[in-house]
């Protein structure tokens, strides 16, 4: 149960005077961005100001700049009221001046009565608003505010400005969080004392006034000490809701596999190559895991083309020594079909069973392949979710490998594991993920990364062309074309529509069609998996050398001998979503190159990225400069995940507190892991304030 003391910021918004269910509405999209959550007072006081306005310093009327909010100190002069008849829109105006000049102080359907009274001719007022430029003339629509002289020192002159919406208007708002801010009840520290004098943080209930109620610029800035604590706040709930949910899993307690290493060592007989320095690494750390009666829960963190898959049948095989079946779910059927077609002469060879279980499976095929899973006699069965379908049972599952995980919900991520007794769960992500963002979305959750490529791989060559020169790149392709390449072509990603995307594909596809006749194939989203898997087939064999495709082709296909990949409209896409398309290519022995046709003008982010993609292959180079170039937004892909984002903490202004809030977090859970002390009852607090109360039900159900 939610403590009492918060009730006041879970009340509805519409409880506050002045919001009705109009600008509800306005704040449910600016705020949590629509749907059905009714908006809390608390929704609003997490909403910070991202900058302010100042009016402490004056201004003279013949400097003031266009357009800039001033405060200027005038002497009113005289009023021009629209003479009788005119039209509604010519304004009252009022005109002042100061030792520099004139200016007009312009109303539109003012009252004379009531202006007359505001701006009395002869008195001198602080007048504050923006300053418009006609002609050489200076004018001020409607000023914010008019004060006599004596009044300016008990005025607050520095005001916050939010992130605004539509309609919205920021009086409403303002008028919102002031009253919300009166609602904030006293809350129980939560933070602890050494934590909170190292850093100088205020309270909970402070920290927000100083960011609602700014003296100064530097009070909202991202390195102010309440933007910091209320940053501290946020990752200490997560961290704390992460280490919950991992503890909880951790209590049920995971089996440990451990073998005689004679199907490890089948396997890496089988393998046509030496497993690199990184690789054996990833696998002794696996190893050791599985090996431990606590389950294991370990992101395999590795760059395109760094060699995962070997990695997870070697973890497979360990499973499989132990008398211990493996389930390698991928995000589509592609993928799915992939990895079966890759593992199972590597399988064969090694003497281990596989099975490939899709929604493609029907009938009396699937019920066989069912009972096989449910004797035992497979070792490893590839899939997509197919696999943790209710009917789906196995023998004895020891081991879940989920690759590119990021594709998953975490609805899945849980189903998934409760098949089987608690078995150990690898979760293999080409994302290069930065660190603290791995921390602040997976918690600490054990880490192997494959650093570098397999040996043998020959660098990508970048380059950024014009779509003007569209003709010159058809040209080399077609040279390419003859001497046997192969080679992708990316439709441009349109965000409005699944459907225009497809049809600049199609387009695409008729246009290459006419250069290259049948040898063009296409892929999109919109294809069956039989058909996407059809038409990428015939690109593996040859059938076809050029394959037109939207973003489908992202995650993970490999066709190795595919040497070039054209990339139309790449200012459109993001950077590590650039750098995954181009790890299609580079992955066998001939020297590749990547074209990324732009359309000019670009944007400053856009140059960027372009550029970055041409300095450097570096995955976690690239994913670095992703996450400074556009915040941590959707890199993890999160509304895909449902991973709820941060609703004040920014990592690139705050990912040192991260590591922090983890140890404090661990610290607890060891000290206090029901979160019954009174420390863990103001803990709790905390994690409602952020929404992470769904941790506090593991509490209770653990
Ligand atoms: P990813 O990490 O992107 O999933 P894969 O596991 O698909 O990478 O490996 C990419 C390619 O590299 C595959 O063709 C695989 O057979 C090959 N490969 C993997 N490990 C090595 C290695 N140690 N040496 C040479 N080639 C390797
Ligand atoms: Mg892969």
Known sequence: MR??????????????????????????????????????????LFHLPSSLIDRRRRAEVATAPEGSIVTLTLRIDRHQAPSRGAAKSVPYRVFGQDETGEIALTFFRGQAQWLEKLLPVGETLIVSGRVEWFNGRPSMVHPDFVLPVADAENTVLVEPVYPMTAGLSPKVLRKAVTQSLERLPALPEWIDPGIIAR???????????????????????????????????????????????????????????????????????????????????????IAADMAEEDRMLRLLQGDVGS???????????????????????????????????????????????????????????RAAKLERIASGAVDIVVGTHALFQDDVDYGD????????????????????????????????????????????????MDVSRLQGKPAGRKPVTTVAVPIERLDDIVGRIDAAVRQGEKIYWVCPLVEESEKSELMAAEERHRHLSAH??????????????????????????????????????????????????????????????????????????????????????????????????????????????????????????????????FKVARLEHHGDLLPIARDDARLILTTDPDLSSERGQALRTLLYLFGRDEAIRLLRSG
């Open 3 to 44: 403590p009492s003391i918060l009730d006041p910021l879970f009340a509805a918004v519409t409880t506050l005077d002045g919001v009705g269910p109009r600008v509800a509405e306005l704040l449910q999209t600016l705020l949590v961005g629509g749907g059905d959550a009714p908006v809390r007072v608390r929704d609003l």
């Open 199 to 285: 850093h100088t943080f205020p309270s909970f209930a402070e920290a927000l006034r100083r960011l609602h109620d700014p003296a100064d610029g530097v009070d909202i800035a991202p390195e102010s000490v309440a933007f910091r604590r209320l940053a501290y706040d946020e990752f200490l709930a997560g961290q704390l809701a992460l280490g919950l949910s991992r503890l909880r899993v951790r209590k049920a307690k995971g089996r440990a596999l451990a073998g005689d290493g004679s199907c490890q060592a089948a396997v890496r007989a089988a393998l046509p190559f030496q497993l690199t320095e990184a690789q054996e690494k990833a696998v002794a750390e």
């Open 307 to 365: 060699g995962k898959t070997a990695v997870a049948l070697m973890a497979m095989a360990l499973a499989a020594e132990a008398k211990a079946q493996s389930a390698l779910l991928a995000p589509t059927e592609i993928l799915a079909t992939q990895h079966f077609d890759g593992l199972s002469p590597w399988c064969a060879k090694a003497g281990l069973t596989i099975e490939i279980l899709t929604g493609r499976d029907n009938g009396r095929a």
């Open 397 to 444: 599952l020891g081991l879940v490998v989920v690759d590119e995980q990021h594709r998953f919900g975490v609805h899945q991520r849980l189903s998934l594991t409760r098949k089987g007794r608690m078995p150990d769960l690898l979760v293999m992500t080409a994302t290069p993920i930065p660190r603290t963002l791995v921390l602040s979305a997976f918690g600490d």
């Open 516 to 645: 290259f006749g049948g040898l063009v194939g296409l892929v999109h989203g919109r294809m069956s998996g039989e058909e996407k898997a059809a038409a990428m087939a015939d690109f593996k064999a040859g059938r076809t050398q050029v394959v037109v495709a939207t973003t489908v082709i992202e995650v993970g296909v490999d066709v190795p001998d595919a040497s070039i990949i054209v990339i139309e409209h790449a200012e459109r896409f993001g950077l590590s979503q650039l750098h995954q398309l181009r790890g299609r290519v580079g992955r066998g022995s001939k020297p590749s190159s990547c074209v990324l046709l732009y359309r000019a003008p670009l944007g400053e982010t856009a140059k960027a990225r372009l550029e970055i993609m041409r300095q450097t292959e570096d995955g976690f180079r690239i994913a670095e400069e992703d996450l400074r170039l556009r915040g941590e937004g959707d890199l993890l892909g999160t509304k895909q995940s449902g991973m709820p984002g």
